[in-house]
C-alpha cells in the first residue's frame, strides 16, 4: 500500500519523504510548492501539484495509488504573518485539512498522522508542558491546529480512523547527508535566520523582546533536529499499523536553548560574527515552551540521534551553504493526476 505526504515537497514533507523510501515505502506526494522545491523529492517519487483543499484531485490520488494512510504537513505556518491574516490561517489549516479528512473517510484511509504544534498550548502554566496541559493558542496559527485537532477526536469514533497528532515544537537543521533542508526565501525560522545572517544573506538578525522572565531574558525554545522529527513519524506509522489507538504526542526533546544561545550556537558553528538588533516583544510569542516527551518516549519506538544544538546549527549551516550552489537547480516535472 501507498503513503500520501501532503506537502511532501516542503522543508519537513520532503524529509519525511527521503525517510519513507529509505524504509522501502511506496509514496506519492501532493504539494502545490507555495512553499515546496520538487528538486529536493527523491527521483522516482510521483509529486502531484496540486490544493489538497481539491477533493477532485486528492481522490483520484488516493484511488489511482491505493493510498492507506496519510501523513499531513501542508499548511501555513507564521505566527506573525497569522495575526495580520487570520482567515487564511482557517482555510489553509482548518477548511483545507476539513477537505482531506472528507476524501480519506469516503475513500476508505484508516490512518492519519497530523502535523501540529506545541502553539495550541499558548503560554503553558508550567514547563516542560505535558500534552494534557491546558490548550489556549495566543495566535491564529495555534488556533488553527487546534481546531484540526479537535476535527480528528470527533472523525475517529465517528468513522473508523485511527490518528496520531504530532505536536512540533520548534523544528531545526536540515538533512545530514545535504539531500533536503529549509530552501523557502523570507522563512522565520530562527536558526535558518540565523544561517542566512553567518552567511552573509543578512545584514543582521533580529531578537524580538530581552525583557522576557527568562535567564538571558530572550524566549526559551525546545528545538528538535528535522531528522528525529521525521522518523517520530516514520514511528508513529509504525505504532498505527500495530494497531496503536489515536493519541496526541509532544515532539522535542525535553530540554531549552533560548534565542540568545541559538544565535550563539550558529556563531561558533560558522567561525563569523554577524550583528543582532534588539527589538520588542512580538504578539502572539509565548516566552517559553519545553516539551515534556515522556509520552511519545513510552509509546514509539523512537530514539532521537541528533539531540544537540550544536550539531543542529552545524546541519543548518551545511545546507544553506550548500544552496548558493545548487538554487538554480532544474525543477523535476511533475506528473499529471
Known amino acids: 500500500m501507498t503513503i500520501l505526504v501532503t506537502g511532501g515537497a ?57 493510498v492507506d494512510a496519510i501523513i499531513h504537513f501542508a499548511g501555513s505556518i507564521v505566527v506573525p504573518e497569522s495575526m495580520r491574516d487570520p482567515l487564511s490561517y482557517y482555510r ?14 469516503k475513500t476508505g484511509v484508516r490512518r492519519f498522522i497530523f502535523s501540529s504544534t506545541a502553539a495550541v498550548y499558548g503560554n503553558p502554566d508550567k514547563t516542560p508542558v505535558a500534552e494534557d496541559a491546558p490548550t489556549r493558542p ?30 512540533y515544537f520548534n523544528v531545526a537543521g536540515a538533512d545530514p547527508l545535504g539531500r533536503t533542508g529549509l530552501a523557502t526565501v523570507g522563512a522565520t525560522h530562527l536558526l535558518k535566520m540565523a544561517v542566512e545572517a553567518a552567511t552573509g544573506q543578512r ?26 522529527l521525521v522518523e517520530a513519524h516514520r ?39 554577524f550583528a543582532v538588533q534588539y527589538a520588542p516583544r512580538r504578539d502572539g510569542d509565548i516566552v517559553t515552551m519545553i516539551a515534556d516527551t515522556s509520552r511519545i518516549r513510552a509509546t514509539l519506538d523512537w530514539t532521537p540521534r541528533y539531540d544537540d544544538l550544536a550539531t ?15 538554487r538554480h537547480g532544474v525543477e523535476r516535472l511533475a506528473k499529471s493526476a
Open 10 to 66: 516542503g522543508y519537513i514533507g520532503s524529509h519525511m519523504v527521503h525517510t519513507l523510501v529509505e524504509a522501502g515505502e511506496s509514496v506519492i506526494v501532493i504539494d502545490n510548492l507555495s512553499t515546496g522545491f520538487s528538486q529536493y523529492l527523491p527521483e522516482g517519487v510521483p509529486l502531484f501539484i496540486g490544493d489538497v483543499a481539491d477533493e477532485n484531485l486528492v481522490e483520484g490520488v488516493i484511488a489511482a495509488h491505493g
Open 92 to 105: 489553509n489549516n482548518t477548511m483545507t485539512t476539513r477537505n482531506l479528512l472528507n476524501v480519506a473517510v
Open 138 to 167: 495566543l495566535s491564529p496559527y495555534g488556533s488553527s491546529k487546534l481546531m484540526t485537532e479537535i476535527m480528528l477526536h470527533d472523525i475517529a469514533p465517528a468513522y473508523g480512523m485511527d490518528f496520531v497528532v504530532l505536536r
Open 203 to 228: 545584514s543582521k538578525i533580529d531578537v524580538f523582546g530581552t525583557d522576557y522572565p527568562t535567564p538571558d531574558g530572550s524566549c526559551i525554545r525546545d528545538f528538535i533536529h528535522v531528522s528525529d
Open 235 to 273: 514511528a508513529a506509522l509504525d505504532y498505527l499499523r500495530q494497531g496503536g489507538p489515536s493519541t496526541t504526542l509532544n515532539c522535542g526533546y525535553g530540554r531549552g536553548h533560548s534565542v540568545l544561545e541559538t544565535i550563539e550556537a550558529v556563531r561558533r558553528a560558522s567561525g563569523r560574527n
Open 312 to 326: 543542529i546549527a552545524r546541519h543548518a549551516l551545511a545546507w544553506e551553504e550548500k544552496l548558493h550552489h545548487d
